[in-house]
């Protein structure tokens, strides 16, 4: 379509977590690893994400929102329990492949969070994804 431009793309693939958002997950599940936290310093070598261990953690996991999304929910099921804060995407196919079949819980988020210092709402809506392997 002529003179349209994509609303719903963004120069970036990080999205802080909302401290409050964290807090409250955080108070209810008790996360002893985050493996994305912002800057990538844990996850990324170059464009391999890193293997750290997941087995038998509270992970919580703020992936980046780009292609490698599905690589992070790809280990879901490895720790004790896995949170993920995800772009609310249930058209694609890592949500039918690895969200549908595997979480224990979807929380679609009302409204748009405000990631970090953002004046502005996120252009995307989004879900916390609870997997527990207990």
């Given at each position: 379509m002529k003179g349209t431009t994509p609303i719903f793309s963004s120069q970036t693939v990080d999205w802080p977590t909302?401290?409050?958002?964290?807090?409250?997950?955080?108070?209810?599940?008790?996360?002893?690893?985050?493996p994305c936290p912002l800057g990538g310093a844990l996850w990324m070598q170059g464009d391999i994400p890193l293997l750290c261990a997941w087995e038998?953690?509270?992970?919580?996991?703020?992936?980046?929102y780009g292609p490698?999304?599905?690589d992070f929910l790809r280990r879901a099921r490895e720790p004790q329990l896995a949170v993920f804060l995800?772009?609310?995407r249930t058209d694609t196919r890592w949500f039918h492949e690895l969200v549908l079949p595997y979480a224990?819980?979807?929380?679609?988020?009302?409204?748009r969070l405000k990631f970090g210092d953002a004046k502005n709402s996120a252009p995307f809506p989004s879900m916390i994804v609870v997997y527990r392997n207990e």
């Open positions: 909302p401290r409050d958002v964290y807090a409250k997950l955080d108070e209810e599940f008790h996360f002893d690893l985050d038998g953690r509270r992970v919580f996991c703020n992936p980046p490698k999304i599905a995800i772009p609310a224990s819980e979807i929380r679609f988020v009302r409204g």
